[in-house]
């Protein structure tokens, strides 16, 4: 079945301190990975994908095929931050776009 | 933002009442999408749309319905079948690959 699972429904980090949010996926293929984030009061939106390889507000994800995972990282976590961080996947050809998403992790930077 | 808008913001509904929430976009995205957000449980995608005239049912359809006559408008509506329709419900277009959202409607029944 294809599946995204999202270990931590909360992390909370220090500022300054790295953060690492878990993505772990069931694809039987080789699907697109995604990362979406939603602040306090905006919209859900793409923070990144795998297939870009870039860095977006200093976050990077690599998408381990071994360990089917696609964990998002950041060496020095700010607190702006502080979101719902939502890992999600389609499948090849983009199927219709359809994207099938984790539970959410939200991320909380004190100060 | 803008280009995706979702109306009403919030809406009350008495038990056994069919409700539409209104979804509106000009971005001239061909596909459109209704995910339904609870805490905990992420976004499951309950209708999707890829042209106009023409809809699929996602992994949580039942109780669910829904339109496209036009490109710019996907209406959902909620039914009294819905066993529990209390939370809140996202829109979004596709293009490239990438999903653009709404700001959402929070549902609530009475």
């Known amino acids: 079945a294809q599946r995204v699972t999202q270990p931590e429904k909360l992390l909370s980090v220090f500022k300054g301190a790295p953060v690492e949010l878990k993505c772990n996926y069931s694809?039987?293929?080789?699907?697109?990975l995604f990362w979406y984030v939603q602040y306090s009061r905006q919209r859900l939106q793409l923070l990144l994908r795998h297939i870009s390889r870039e860095s977006i507000k200093g976050f990077t994800a690599d998408l381990n095929k071994g360990e089917t995972s696609f964990h998002l990282k950041k060496p020095f976590a700010q607190e702006e931050d502080s979101a719902m961080y939502y890992c999600?996947?389609?499948?090849?050809?983009?199927?219709?776009?359809?994207?099938?998403f984790g539970q959410g992790t939200e991320l909380s930077v004190k100060p | 933002d803008g280009g995706i808008t979702q109306s009403p913001k919030y809406l009350f509904r008495k038990e056994g009442q069919n409700v539409t929430l209104s979804c509106e976009q000009n971005?001239?995205?061909?596909?459109m999408y209704w995910y339904r957000q609870d805490p905990g449980q992420g976004l499951r995608l309950i209708y999707y749309?890829?042209?106009?005239?023409?809809?699929q049912k996602g992994d949580i359809a039942e109780g669910y319905s829904v339109s496209r006559e036009k490109k710019e408008s996907f209406p959902l509506t909620v039914t009294s079948a819905q066993k529990n329709p209390t939370a809140f419900y996202l829109c979004a277009t596709d293009r490239e690959n990438t999903q653009y959202f709404g700001p959402g409607t929070r549902l609530t029944v009475l």
């Open positions: 999600a996947l389609s499948g090849p050809g983009n199927q219709g776009g359809k994207l099938i």
């Open positions: 971005l001239n995205h061909d596909a």
């Open positions: 749309s890829q042209i106009v005239n023409d809809f």
């Open positions: 694809y039987s293929g080789s699907p697109e």
